[in-house]
Each structure stands twice: as structure tokens, then as C-alpha cells.
């Protein structure tokens, strides 16, 4: 049974910063694509990042590039994601979600995920 939870949200103050952790068991790990997505209250789920299988390869949407950094340890099954400078805009459930992917793309949806993580959340304070 695949299981993938994360960790390390909270509560932090804008211009600060946050790691989140995600952990997955169940599977091989370095077989699938990790990511990020998070959804704020009435908006769409969004990808915030992904990393290939070796962690060579990353993917950024445009909003979170040069603040936020994805990386793995696949040895450890885990996904990190080490968000700084931090903004109201910000504010949302974070999921990490794996998928078994033919081939490594810079596009990132939900329907592009096999299993899902229940969130953790995120609250930046202005």
C-alpha cells in the first residue's frame, strides 16, 4: 500500500521561510516523478514544483522561481521543498504527489499524479 505523507508546515511571518518534507512508502521511489502542489481557499490546485528521478531535472512554476528550491534523497524516499522570502500569497494546503511518468516534461498538472499526500499547511502572516 503506497502511503505518502508530508511535514513542516506552519505558521511564519512574510520574508521567512519554511521546509516542507514528504515522505512515501509502498513503492520504488526513484521510479516516479516528485512533486509540489498547493491550493488555496476557492482556487484551483496548482504545481508549484517538480524533480525528475535522479533530481537533475527541476520544474518551477513562474510565481515561486528563485524562492523556492525542490530536491530529493532518494535513499531516504523523501521530497523537500525549502521555501524562503515567503509571501501572503503563499498561503495554502501543500501536497506532494508522485507519478510514474514515460518521460520527464516541463508542464505539471494533477491529473499528471498517482498518489497524493493529505497536505500540510502553510500560513504566511503580513
Known amino acids: 500500500q503506497v502511503q505518502v505523507v508530508e511535514s513542516g508546515g506552519g505558521l511564519v511571518q512574510a520574508g521567512g521561510s519554511l521546509r516542507l518534507s514528504c515522505t512515501a512508502s509502498g513503492l520504488t521511489f526513484d521510479d516516479y516523478v516528485t512533486a509540489w502542489f498547493r491550493q488555496a481557499p476557492g482556487k484551483e490546485r496548482e504545481g508549484v514544483s517538480c524533480i525528475n528521478w535522479s533530481g537533475a531535472l527541476t520544474y518551477y512554476t513562474n510565481s515561486v522561481k528563485g524562492r523556492f528550491t525542490i530536491s530529493r534523497d532518494n535513499a531516504k524516499n523523501t521530497l523537500y521543498l525549502q521555501m524562503n522570502s515567503l509571501k501572503p500569497e503563499d498561503t495554502a494546503m501543500y501536497y506532494c504527489?508522485?507519478?510514474?511518468?514515460?518521460?520527464?516534461?516541463?508542464?505539471?498538472?494533477?491529473?499528471?499524479?498517482?498518489?497524493w499526500g493529505k497536505g500540510t499547511l502553510v500560513t504566511i502572516s503580513s
Open positions: 504527489a508522485v507519478g510514474r511518468w514515460a518521460y520527464w516534461r516541463r508542464t505539471l498538472t494533477p491529473r499528471d499524479m498517482d498518489y
